[in-house]
């Protein structure tokens, strides 16, 4: 189970947080990282992955280091937890598959083509990640903006 929270900050903010974590000596800075994300629903709409009763996302998401383009792929389904409603701290269920950058287009036409999953949204960032045993922080920059999110990496 994962915990975490997230903050919405202005762009101006984005070069004092990443300053801010730099200088932090307990976390080790892993980089400036592209990412594609691919959001997708189930075919069936009552089985819609956006529903109350699931509150789930199942994405493709795509990641390359900008400093080596390195690239890296995975799928993924989290599923928001009743509790999380209960206060500010998000609880989720995830699961991830890792699979070769190289499979990226015939992964999607499997997905789109053969079980018909419909594409919902996608997106596109820059995400810094911080880190050590027990925390990951990241600076995600969106077009729109920039987020925070600091994620629990313990057991509890």
Known sequence: METEIRYYFNEKHYQKLLEQLKNNKELKYKGCFYELTI????????MSFYNKDIDGRFRVRCSKDVSNDEASCKVSWKKRLKETTKGLVNKEEEIEVDFNYIQLDN?????????????????????????????EIVVDKYPFGIALEIENKGNE
Do not use: G
């Not at 959001?39 to 009552?46: C, M, V």
């Open 107 to 135: 992964l999607i036409f499997l997905l789109e083509n053969v079980i018909h999953m419909k594409k919902v949204e996608s997106y596109e960032r820059y995400r810094n990640i911080f880190a050590n045993d027990d925390i």
């Open 39 to 46: 959001q997708y629903d189930h075919p069936l709409k009552e």
